[in-house]
Nanobody
Framework: QVQLVESGGSSVQAGDSLRLSCACSGPISSYVMGWFRQAPGKEREIVASISWNGGKLFYADSVKGRFTISRDNYKNTVDLEMNSLKPEDTAVYSC???????????????WGQGTRVTVSS
C-alpha cells in the first residue's frame, strides 16, 4: 500500500509562486507520478505527470511554461513548482501514483488527500 501526503498549499496573490511537495511512504521509482487538481464545481483534472525516471513529462496546456514537476526517487518525493499563479489555478491539488504511463484519472491507483491552493487577484 502506497501512502501519499501533500504539503505546501497556501493562499497567495496572483503572480506569486508556490511549491507543492508530495511525500510517499515507500519507493516511488516503480510509479509514474502525477499532480491533479480539482477546482470548486469542476472535475478533477491532470496538471502534470512525470515518468519513472523523469524522462517523460506531461503538462496541461493551462500550466505549460508556468509549472514544473520533478521527482526524487531517493527521497521518494514529487514536487510541483508553480510560478505566475493565476486565480484560475485555485483548487485542491493532489498527487497520485500509477503503474502505467498515463494522464487518465482512472489510471492512477494511489492518491493523496490533497492540499489547497487559493490564488487571489
Amino acid at each position: 500500500q502506497v501512502q501519499l501526503v501533500e504539503s505546501g498549499g497556501s493562499s497567495v496573490q496572483a503572480g506569486d509562486s508556490l511549491r507543492l511537495s508530495c511525500a510517499c511512504s515507500g519507493p516511488i521509482s516503480s510509479y509514474v507520478m502525477g499532480w491533479f487538481r480539482q477546482a470548486p464545481g469542476k472535475e478533477r483534472e491532470i496538471v502534470a505527470s512525470i515518468s519513472w525516471n523523469g524522462g517523460k513529462l506531461f503538462y496541461a496546456d493551462s500550466v505549460k511554461g508556468r509549472f514544473t514537476i520533478s521527482r526524487d526517487n531517493y527521497k521518494n518525493t514529487v514536487d510541483l513548482e508553480m510560478n505566475s499563479l493565476k486565480p484560475e489555478d485555485t483548487a485542491v491539488y493532489s498527487c497520485a501514483a500509477s503503474g502505467q504511463l498515463t494522464t487518465r484519472r482512472d489510471g492512477y491507483d494511489y492518491w493523496g488527500q490533497g492540499t489547497r491552493v487559493t490564488v487571489s487577484s
